[in-house]
């Protein structure tokens, strides 16, 4: 049987996602973030299944979404989109020192892994936190700075800010940008999933990522799955190969 409790750490809405007979145990602890406009209960379903291999999942709202969209709905804050996930890097150690303070984290093992823009965090705080054991990547981007610059164009209202402010904002990116710093990675097992055909987060720079640091020894751990076509979305399949991949890191 499987416990989905609601609870908040330092006001932060999160769905802790456990096995019942192992809920008060020490457990290994992976976070897993949700995409844009989505929330924490729409990857109950990815927290199901690497909950099922053992680990305590949590599953927190992003700022603007779900229980924290308090002012309209996150497509109000499109300007503020790298401000979401540079505040979900923000609030990693406190959801941390919560779980270790509460039940312990069996030998320390954390991991993290999130869909779309959960994905881009993942890889943000990749680059930031050394104590995370392993990572999985879903449709997300380990190359923010780029990949802000697409979505510029498509973000109404931009025309009309100061250039320069936009500039200084997309160099801020630079500090959780894996791809300038991919030596961060310091052989921790990584996992990259992409569809070929996704028209939101394109397939192609995530994989030329993958490609420039495969040789390397601090990517000694780090693999890619490819979906021939396919879009935006995260399958069963892959949802289970994630849960899978955890399972093998943290045995």
């Not at 190359?143 to 402010?165: C, H, M, N, S």
Request: glycine share 6%.
């Amino acid at each position: 049987m499987m416990i989905v409790e609601s609870k908040s750490i330092k006001n932060i809405p999160v769905l802790e996602v456990v096995l019942a007979d192992r809920k008060d145990e020490s457990l290994p602890l992976v976070i897993f973030y949700h995409g844009w406009t989505g929330c924490k209960e729409r990857v109950l379903t990815q927290g199901y299944e690497i909950a099922k291999k053992g680990f305590r999942v949590v599953l927190p709202d992003a700022i603007y979404h779900g229980d924290r969209a308090t002012d309209g709905p996150a497509e109000k804050h499109q300007l503020q989109f790298w401000q979401i996930i540079a505040n979900s890097v923000k609030e990693f150690p406190d959801i941390i020192k919560f779980y270790k303070d509460e039940y312990g984290i069996k030998e320390d093992k954390i991991g993290v892994s999130g869909l779309s823009m959960g994905g881009i965090t993942t890889c943000a705080l990749l680059s930031i936190y050394s104590e995370i054991t392993a990572a999985v990547c879903l449709m997300g981007s380990p190359r923010p700075v780029e990949f802000a610059r697409t979505l510029l164009d498509k973000i109404p209202g931009v025309q009309d800010i100061d250039p320069a402010y936009v500039e200084k904002e997309l160099e801020q990116l630079s500090i959780i940008d894996l791809s300038r710093n991919p030596q961060k990675i310091a052989g921790r097992p990584v996992h990259f999933w992409h569809a070929t055909a996704d028209r939101m987060v394109p397939y192609k720079p995530t994989k030329e990522f993958y490609d420039r640091i495969k040789d390397h020894s601090y990517a000694d751990k780090v693999s890619f799955t490819t979906t021939q076509g396919g879009g935006h979305k995260v399958s069963q399949e892959t949802t289970v190969e994630m849960a899978e991949k955890f399972y093998t890191y943290f045995r």
